[in-house]
């Protein structure tokens, strides 16, 4: 079943100015609204992108108020497209690999994780197998830093969730209300 969702941006902090009201897939945000200072996520969990076509910088938020870009870890005011996120059963299990093509060292999580050191005696995720829902890796830890999302599926290398490295310092759950 399609999850249906609803998110509201809005060109000025706190939530005033123009806004665009948005219920699906969108890959090019720019003729709706010139910037992008708050939002309200009323329904769904989704994704954020800098620039059209899913591209750039990724900023996930799940159902809430975002009053200012900075509440979402936004390096600008600029978003050009979006996406809702798609995480199936509401199982999450997520196993990751020490070395490209699933090799090496792995471990495997069905639960957040804020400090993958912590865990694992690694600061590197070169590849990682998406079994059950959806997942954002962080480049530090405690959630900080640039965000990628993972859904189900094979990811062979780092650049497949597209990063620009291996680095990963913590991951969690999405969970969409």
């Not at 003729?31 to 954020?48: E, I, K, M, P, Y």
Request: net charge neutral.
């Amino acid at each position: 079943m399609e999850r249906v969702g609803k998110i509201t941006f809005y060109e000025d902090t706190n939530f005033q100015g123009r806004y665009y009201e948005c219920t699906s897939d969108c890959p090019e945000l720019n003729t709706h609204f010139r910037r992008c200072n708050s939002v309200r996520v009323d329904s769904g969990a989704w994704v954020l992108y800098e620039r059209p076509n899913y591209r750039g910088y990724q900023y996930i938020l799940t159902m809430g108020e975002y009053p200012d870009y900075q509440y979402w870890m936004g390096i600008n005011d600029s978003i050009r497209s979006c996406r809702i996120v798609r995480n199936g059963s509401g199982a999450f299990r997520i196993c990751v690999y020490e070395r490209p093509d699933f090799s090496g060292q792995m471990l495997e999580s069905t639960e957040d994780l804020k400090n993958l050191l912590e865990r694992w005696n690694l600061r590197e995720i070169n590849s990682a197998q998406v079994q059950d829902g959806a997942w954002v890796f962080y480049e530090l830890p405690e959630y900080r830093g640039r965000q990628y999302l993972l859904e189900r599926g094979q990811y062979r290398r780092f650049t497949e969730w597209a990063a620009m490295n291996p680095s990963v310092g913590s991951f969690r759950r999405v969970i969409n209300f």
